[in-house]
């Protein structure tokens, strides 16, 4: 009996990894943990005018309003694959279906390692995006809300669209996929209409 409980216990902590999901209409899988959703809604609280990052009185008042996860636009995602899939020649092997696209949480003691911006963690220390292999995404929402909100425009503040390029070069079989050299530099598209 003892070691049926911490089974369901450890089945619980692990389920609790993703424990958010939605597919886009395009297919992409969006997945976040419980946390990084309770940390998007405090980091994007606004408090007499300032947005970001840890006040100590955040949610203090009850007039403190801000972007909130409930109302991510994730349909932009799909623009972004779609104008990229297309720029990059249309990848038979690319299917969005078998996409996933993982939120991160903010690591706060990152800020400012690249540039002016939040960062999260990782094996390769703090960084602003990743992609894994085939079909993993991983970005953060700290310097973007991920929806219209003054003069944001979603996910235009993301590694979403360098990640991409990183995700068609690998289904394009394009040796530069994995570096950051002048090989996927001089491959890179940009997403630029969606963000002006």
Known sequence: ???LVVFVVVLTWVGNAAA?????PLGITVQASTSTIQQ?????????DQTFPNRPNVGQYLNDIGPKWETID????DQFYLL??????SPDQADPTKLIVSIRPVAYRCWGSHGDGYDFSS??????GLYA???KIFIHLGDDPGQRWGTYRPFCGTALEHELNHYFLFWRGDLPWKSEGPGFVSSYKSVGELCQ
């Open 74 to 77: 994730w349909s932009v995602i």
């Open 133 to 135: 292999g085939n079909n």
């Open 123 to 128: 094996s390769y220390g703090c960084i602003d």
């Open 40 to 48: 998007f809604d405090k980091h994007w609280q606004t408090f007499e």
């Open 20 to 24: 958010w999901e939605v597919v886009t």
């Open 1 to 3: 009996m003892k070691v």
């Open 84 to 89: 990229l899939y297309h720029q990059h020649g």
